[in-house]
Structures are given as C-alpha cells and as structure tokens.
C-alpha cells in the first residue's frame, strides 16, 4: 500500500518562489504516473502538472512558465517548484498517483489518479 505525504507549503511573498515535495512510502513511483493537484476555498480541485512513467510532462495553462514538476526515483519523491507566485496561487496542494503501472498515462483529471497524500497548504501575500 503506497502512502503519499505533501510537505514544503507555508506562505510566500508575491513574485517569490516555493518547492513541494511529495514523498512516497509503501511502493516505488518510478513507473507511476504522478500529478499535483489544488484546491482553493470554493473550486474545484485542479490539476497543475503531471508526469508519466516515461517522462512526458504536461502542464495546466495556470502553470505554464511558472511551475516545474519532477521526480526523483532515487529519493522517491515528486517535487513541484513554483516561481512567480500570484495572489491567486493560495490553495491546498495535492500530490496524487495513479496505479498500477500504466504504458501510457491517462488523461490527468482528478478521476485519473487512485492514490492521494493529504495536502499541504501554500499562501501567497502581497
């Protein structure tokens, strides 16, 4: 049973810079597709990036030039870096993986990935 922890949220200045990580137990996420996810008060939860098992990224429009996903395999861990962060970023951040091991990942939807961590918070002031 894989076990997924969000860590690094806290509050930032606008315009400044923050990294995530997702750290998983249980199983190894080398051959996972894996994703961040986030929800703010009142939305929707949304997806921001997306990795696949052979190393294709994806990335909301939201994230574009700004948002960077990676994965470490030796550390098992899912990183997201976020620079030039806007008052709107502010939201619970979510790591999420899809299993079993896919040839080719799906879509990326929040319906696409079976396994969650708990979220970490990230605020933004201006």
């Known amino acids: 049973q894989v076990q997924l922890v969000e860590s690094g949220g806290g509050s930032v200045q606008a315009g400044g810079s923050l990294r995530l990580s997702c750290a998983a137990s249980g199983s190894t996420i080398s051959s996972y597709c894996m994703g961040w996810f986030r929800q703010a008060p009142g939305k929707e939860r949304e997806g921001g990036a997306r990795i696949k098992s052979v190393g294709g990224i994806g990335y909301a429009d939201s994230a574009k030039g700004r948002f960077t996903i990676a994965k470490d395999n030796a550390q098992n861990t899912l990183y997201l870096e976020m620079n030039s962060l806007k008052p709107e970023d502010p939201a619970m951040y979510y790591c999420?993986?899809?299993?079993?091991?896919?040839?080719?990942?799906?879509?990326?939807?929040?319906?696409?990935?079976?396994?969650w961590g708990q979220g970490t918070q990230v605020t933004v002031s201006s």
């Open positions: 999420a993986a899809d299993f079993p091991p896919r040839k080719y990942c799906r879509g990326g939807s929040k319906r696409d990935f079976t396994h």
